[in-house]
């Protein structure tokens, strides 16, 4: 369980909800790192534009990008 519990979608303001719905689609779910980071909007929003750039620029192809991340995740133990 997290020190932090993240906010869910009905008590964040509109601008959060819409990047909550960006991530559950991409997703499937909310990452509880997108949740705790609402706490702070200006913050979730630089968050979320430096990982968009990353993503764009990024040298390797996406699935094979988030097929390490999906295995860095699981070697750390990491739950989101």
Known sequence: MPRINGLEAKETPWHV???YWFA??????VPAGTKILAYYPA???????ISM????????????KR??????AMLTGCPF
């Open 53 to 64: 750039l990353q993503q764009k620029h990024g040298a390797l192809p996406m699935r094979l």
């Open 24 to 29: 559950r689609r991409a997703l499937g779910q």
């Open 67 to 72: 097929l390490a991340m999906l295995k860095t």
């Open 17 to 19: 909800r819409i990047i």
């Open 43 to 49: 913050l979730l929003r630089q968050f979320v534009r």
